[in-house]
């Protein structure tokens, strides 16, 4: 070991214990992120390297701030998603693994159609990353998207450059009435958290996800009751709409879309974990 250098070992023992001690779900995969993206060096780099004491420093520093509950992705300023590396940080939500279920079930969809140029719309957009996803793997789609909060706007704005997505700013309640019944695929992870539910809410997303992207009434369905109108109006005759929710929801948010007579096949689909986790329609 050079003169004022650490283990890569040493330095990842202790983080992981100090953040395994905190509550942190993951410590051993998020310590050795973190010092990845200290270092610029692979995950996978071998334990005996050494770490030279300005990276142990700030290394030291990151693993304080994710002992304190700050996410994990705002501390590396991203977030994988798919085939992307998305941009992400303080103001936008933080796309979830969970996600990438309901992004792949519209990318299945689109891909098996014979449609020349579906046109595909991402409600509460966030970040961008359905947008960014299906943009990516369905090169031959039309896709918007729009996200209400000015600051998660900035942020897809930078993840969605150059892709070809119609970004827009404003409220999914009446946003692209120029799309009105013309759209194939709406999807949307709206907020779908219950006000009730604060206290059981993670630390890492009850403090530092925007409030917007999260809460949505007593019940946790006000979104969807409003998203299941915007795509009513959207959508034309045998278009398609597939919403995330909580994986209690897996009854309730089906039958808000099957209580208005709108749509059929209305189904659930579980995420990789086998979790109820989006919901499915076809419109009338």
């Known amino acids: 070991m050079t003169p004022g250098s650490s283990s890569r070992r040493a330095l990842l023992a202790t983080a992981s214990d100090l953040l395994e001690a905190a509550g942190v779900a993951s410590p051993r995969h998020d310590a050795e992120a973190l ?127 150059g892709s070809g997505v119609d970004l827009r700013l404003g409220d999914m309640a009446d946003a692209f009435g120029d799309l009105d019944g013309t759209v194939d695929v709406v999807v949307v992870n709206p907020p779908y958290i219950p006000l009730e539910a604060w206290e059981s809410v993670e630390a890492e997303v009850r403090d530092h996800d925007p409030a917007l992207a999260l809460w949505s009434g007593q019940d946790g369905l006000d979104a969807t009751r409003v998203l299941e109108q915007v795509a009513a109006r959207l959508l034309r005759p045998g278009g398609h709409v597939g919403s995330e929710h909580a994986d209690v929801q897996g009854e309730s948010v089906p039958q808000v879309f099957a209580a208005t007579g709108r749509w059929s096949d209305v189904r659930d689909h579980p995420d990789l974990a086998g979790r109820s986790r989006f919901t499915t329609a076809v419109r009338r």
């Open 35 to 161: 010092l990845a993206h200290v270092t610029g060096r692979a995950r996978l780099a071998p334990a005996a390297d050494d770490v030279d004491a300005d990276d142990a420093g700030r290394f030291e520093t990151l693993v304080g701030r994710r002992a304190a509950r700050e996410p994990l992705q705002h501390l590396t300023g991203s977030a994988a998603f798919r085939y992307l590396e998305l941009e992400v940080g303080p103001g936008v939500f933080v796309p979830r693994p969970e996600t990438e279920s309901l992004a792949g079930w519209a990318v299945d969809l689109l891909m098996d159609s014979a449609l020349a140029a579906p046109v595909v719309v991402d409600l509460c957009t966030g970040s961008g990353a359905m947008a960014a996803a299906i943009a990516q793997e369905v090169e031959h789609a039309r896709v918007h998207a729009v996200e209400l909060d000015p600051a998660a706007h900035a942020y897809a704005e930078r993840n969605l450059r």
